[in-house]
């Protein structure tokens, strides 16, 4: 693989958008557009594998997404569930270790079931650590970590004045994770959406107009190249 490992972001984050358009362009049903944005799924976490990438976040389905038809939300489910049980021995064949993030109660219990199935069996696994954001939204994570942070206060763990950037960090949904250092979305939108809020404080962003079925392993080696021209500042000067 071309893109040069010394440059390499050790998190690349991605807003995987344009299924519905894709499908759409191909007058097929949007469930259609989101099998083939599985597909491209596929191909990035064996892309992220070979180029060494630490940590992979996927927004597989957001908090605003349930608003969605009733068909598209059960089908969704579906196919994450499909995919699980489907990818699981290849996640396990390349190492690679699944974790969730979100409020991962909100999924139906069977899907529930599958994602923690997969992540038990891929536990002990040491390669690429693949993150879906599952009913994620960046401010229900922060609200989420405020009330953390203000249980650990009452039942005296942390005292307000230790309250800090690192310490708030602890209180989130990622805590276990470095922030991203790379933020692919697909399909040309120059939005957020609610991804990733607090994290993406100093994430380089990468904006492609291919639909998220079409992004290959080709265009992931694209963007990594990009992020190994980019100077990282963090506000101050070099
Ligand atoms: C955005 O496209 C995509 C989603 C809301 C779902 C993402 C799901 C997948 C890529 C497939 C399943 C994922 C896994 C991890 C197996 P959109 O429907 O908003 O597209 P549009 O903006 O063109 O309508």
Known sequence: MPAS???????????????????????????????????????????????????????AFSAENWQRPKTEVIALMRLLEKFLREKTPELIEKNVRLQAIGRLTDLPASSQQQLHKTIEQTAGNTGLTLILALSYGGRLEIIDGIKSLLRAIELGHIDRAMIDVEMFSKHLYTRYYPDPDLLIRTSGEMRLSNFLLWQTSYTEMYITPKLWPDFTKKDLVAAVEEFGRRQRRYGVVL
């Open 5 to 59: 490992s010394k440059n390499v972001p050790r998190h690349i984050a991605i807003i995987m958008d344009g299924n519905g358009r894709w499908a759409k362009g191909r007058g097929l049903p949007r469930i259609k557009g989101h099998e083939a944005g599985a597909q491209a799924v596929r191909e990035c976490v064996e892309g992220c594998g070979e180029l060494k990438v630490e940590y992979l976040t996927l927004y």
